[in-house]
């Protein structure tokens, strides 16, 4: 039977990255997603983005909405402080297995913890199976009709704290509508887009950063 593109991705990591740099995971999976096939990572791009986004935040609790290969996950993880958690959520059982691989390549297995299911189920989850309190950075990056109702089930379940930053992937391309008029009228919440670019593309895309107000 015929590879799959995260098998493929994966390859080229196992191939190019050097084992425990976390670094080198992400610019082998940039290389591969611009020379041979784009696949739906933050990307390079954006990723600068995000990498402030966390530096600044400097969090130890972190939720990631969206896990595909891990790309982000790496990106996030290796910045962050020690004894910090980042905790993210991927339904597709095969995308989770390839996700996995890359976090032990990159050597990031123990500040990482991936939740195998839909992000309306273990959302509600959270305080028991993790004991975390709330979050000081969630990015959300899973299917964009999801943005809004998991943004209003994690104010409901507590998971938000005065102070908390919600960084949103894709708010123009594919876009999400929906997510945007409420992040930018709620008084509940600051927010500011940076404009950047599809994932190895020119297109126009950004990411829409929100401060919880409380
Ligand atoms: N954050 C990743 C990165 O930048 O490397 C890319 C994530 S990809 C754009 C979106 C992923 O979210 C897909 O792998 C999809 O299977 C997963 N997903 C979509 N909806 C989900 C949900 N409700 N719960 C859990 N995972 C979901
Ligand atoms: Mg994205």
């Given at each position: 039977t015929r590879s799959t593109r995260p098998q493929r991705l994966l390859a080229a990591v196992q191939k190019n990255a050097t084992r425990g740099d976390p670094r080198s995971v992400v610019s082998a999976i940039d290389q591969f997603c611009r020379q041979k096939e784009w696949a739906?990572?933050?990307?390079?791009e954006k990723g600068c983005i995000l990498d402030s986004v966390v530096s600044e935040t400097n969090p130890t609790t972190v939720l990631e909405l969206?896990?595909?290969?891990?790309y982000s996950t790496v990106r996030i993880a290796s910045l962050l402080p020690p004894h910090s958690k980042l905790i993210t959520l991927e339904f597709n059982p095969d995308y989770a297995k390839i996700a996995r691989q890359v976090i032990a390549w990159a050597g990031l297995q123990d500040k990482i913890n991936l939740v195998e299911g839909a992000s309306g189920d273990l959302i509600p989850k959270m305080k028991e199976m993790f004991?975390?309190?709330?979050?000081?950075l969630v990015f959300l990056d899973h299917w964009k009709d999801r943005y809004l109702p998991d943004t209003k089930l994690l104010e409901k379940c507590g998971l938000?704290?005065?102070?908390t930053i919600l960084l949103a992937d894709n708010v123009i391309c594919p876009g999400t509508p929906d997510y945007l008029e409420y992040i930018r009228n709620s008084p509940q919440y600051e927010s500011r887009y940076f404009k950047s670019h599809l994932e190895y593309t020119k297109v126009e895309d950004g990411l829409e950063k929100s401060v919880f107000l409380g």
């Open positions: 739906m990572n933050v990307g390079d969206g896990t595909y290969c891990a004991g975390v309190n709330t979050f000081d938000l704290r005065k102070g």
